[in-house]
T-cell receptor
Framework: AQKVTQAQTEISVVEKEDVTLDCVYETRDTTYYLFWYKQPPSGELVFLIRRNSFDEQNEISGRYSWNFQKSTSSFNFTITASQVVDSAVYFCALSEAYIIQGAQKLVFGQGTRLTINP | EAQVTQNPRYLITVTGKKLTVTCSQNMNHEYMSWYRQDPGLGLRQIYYSMNVEVTDKGDVPEGYKVSRKEKRNFPLILESPSPNQTSLYFC?????????????FGPGTRLTVT
């Protein structure tokens, strides 16, 4: 069954440190999509990135980078030179389809609460 | 501004008193969905809708109803709320119901059932 595991429940680092959030997934599909969302203290969900299963290129966006490895079913997220504003809960999610209906099904991990201390 | 709106944002109610949480999107999206967020469980899908008059159950549909009479609206109905439905609820929409389309989330509704 499809599943997303974020083993790190909470992480706390000092500002300017690099931090990596782990995400491991399970799926039957050969075509699937992976997402990361950020939930700041205000509560909304902010889309960060989408990756499809055929594109294993790492991606960098400013201080954010993502490492997708199909061989280990992982899609890890690294923040370089962390800042206090990065403090949030981060969710990894997997999108595949309901078998019968064909509709997308977004399965979320449990989330990792990241605290950046000044 | 393209957005998903939910109302109310906060609600405290008592067991058994029917309530509706509204959700509306202005992006002409076909797909809409409801999730609940609980500590340690992440977000779990309650119901989804592929288009007008087409709805189906997600992973945790018990105790909830939905309807999709108009493309822009997707209300979540709790006919007889119970304390285990205390949670943070998110409505989301995407252009299509196919997998991989980015879902846009509303601001969330924090519900407390006493």
């Amino acid at each position: 069954a499809q599943k997303v595991t974020q083993a790190q429940t909470e992480i706390s680092v000092v500002e300017k440190e690099d931090v990596t959030l782990d995400c491991v997934y399970e799926t039957r599909d050969t075509t699937y999509y992976l997402f990361w969302y950020k939930q700041p203290p205000s509560g909304e969900l902010v889309f960060l990135i989408r990756r499809n299963s055929f594109d294993e290129q790492n991606e960098i966006s400013g201080r954010y980078s993502w490492n997708f490895q199909k061989s280990t079913s992982s899609f890890n997220f690294t923040i370089t030179a962390s800042q206090v504003v990065d403090s949030a809960v981060y969710f990894c999610a997997l999108s595949e389809a309901y078998i019968i209906q064909g509709a997308q099904k977004l399965v979320f991990g449990q989330g990792t609460r990241l605290t950046i201390n000044p | 501004e393209a957005q998903v709106t939910q109302n109310p944002r906060y609600l405290i109610t008592v067991t058994g008193k029917k309530l509706t949480v509204t959700c509306s999107q202005n992006m002409n999206h076909e797909y809409m969905s409801w999730y609940r967020q609980d500590p340690g469980l992440g977000l779990r899908q309650i119901y989804y809708s592929m288009n007008v008059e087409v709805t189906d159950k997600g992973d945790v549909p018990e105790g909830y109803k939905v309807s999709r009479k108009e493309k822009r609206n997707f209300p979540l109905i709790l006919e007889s709320p119970s304390p285990n439905q205390t949670s943070l609820y998110f409505c989301a929409s995407s252009l299509s119901g196919g997998k991989g389309y980015e879902q846009y989330f509303g601001p969330g509704t924090r519900l407390t059932v006493t």
